[in-house]
Antibody
Framework: EVQLVQSGAEVKKPGESLKISCKGSGYSFTSYWIGWVRQMPGKGLEWMGIIYPGDSDTRYSPSFQGQVTISADKSISTAYLQWSSLKASDTAMYYC?????????????WGQGTLVTVSS | QSALTQPRSVSGSPGQSVTISCTGTSSDVGGYNYVSWYQQHPGKAPKLMIYDVSKRPSGVPDRFSGSKSGNTASLTISGLQAEDEADYYCCSYAGSYTLVFGTGTKVTVL
């Protein structure tokens, strides 16, 4: 059974750094792209970017390029999303999702979400 | 990369059909047959309902169907049921392994 399990909720202050995680199981972690989707409170889904754990190839949405860093540790089947200096506007639910790109382009499995709250 | 445009809300009575539109450009929806749709209930993670414009993953009822014409994709829910009340998002491949989501549509079952 394919599963993506994300790290727990975080409460941080503006300016702090943060790294959240997404652990994949039940499939070959290095054979699928895995990415992150933001959902701000009461708002829609926004695609942030992806990484291919097999070779660490990374792609970002122009809206998020330079704002976050996506990485992965294939030895423990885990992808990460990190910020170096959080802002209040980073408050949101963040979902990881397995991406399928074999003559296609969609997210077939999703994590349960990680709520990030940034407040002074 | 702008968000795809969806109506804010649609509604229908049980048993009726509703259709949600998703309008993009020739760089996303119009350029690829890689449109997917996701259902999201409050407080839950999104769930894949349609991929590659019209394909249904295993376990998704055949009441859900997808289509595309030019730069606009559509999701139709036939035989509307109470459990279909949720937010729905379209998503399109936009080249170079990037995706773009729609603005989202709230489906209300009257």
């Amino acid at each position: 059974e394919v599963q993506l399990v994300q790290s727990g909720a975080e409460v941080k202050k503006p300016g702090e750094s943060l790294k959240i995680s997404c652990k994949g199981s039940g499939y070959s972690f290095t054979s699928y792209w895995i990415g992150w989707v933001r959902q701000m409170p009461g708002k829609g889904l926004e695609w942030m970017g992806i990484i291919y754990p097999g070779d660490s190839d990374t792609r970002y949405s122009p809206s998020f390029q330079g704002q976050v860093t996506i990485s992965a540790d294939k030895s423990i089947s885990t992808a990460y999303l990190q910020w170096s200096s959080l802002k209040a506007s980073d408050t949101a639910m963040y979902y990881c999702a397995r991406h399928v790109y074999d003559s296609s382009g969609y997210c077939d499995y999703w994590g349960q979400g990680t709520l990030v709250t940034v407040s002074s | 990369q702008s968000a795809l445009t969806q109506p804010r809300s649609v509604s229908g009575s049980p048993g009726q059909s509703v259709t949600i539109s998703c309008t993009g450009t020739s760089s996303d929806v119009g350029g690829y047959n890689y449109v997917s749709w996701y259902q999201q209930h409050p407080g839950k993670a999104p769930k894949l309902m349609i991929y590659d414009v019209s394909k249904r993953p295993s376990g998704v009822p055949d009441r859900f169907s997808g289509s595309k014409s030019g730069n606009t994709a559509s999701l139709t829910i036939s035989g509307l049921q109470a459990e279909d009340e949720a937010d729905y998002y379209c998503c399109s491949y936009a080249g170079s392994y990037t995706l773009v989501f729609g603005t989202g549509t709230k489906v209300t079952v009257l």
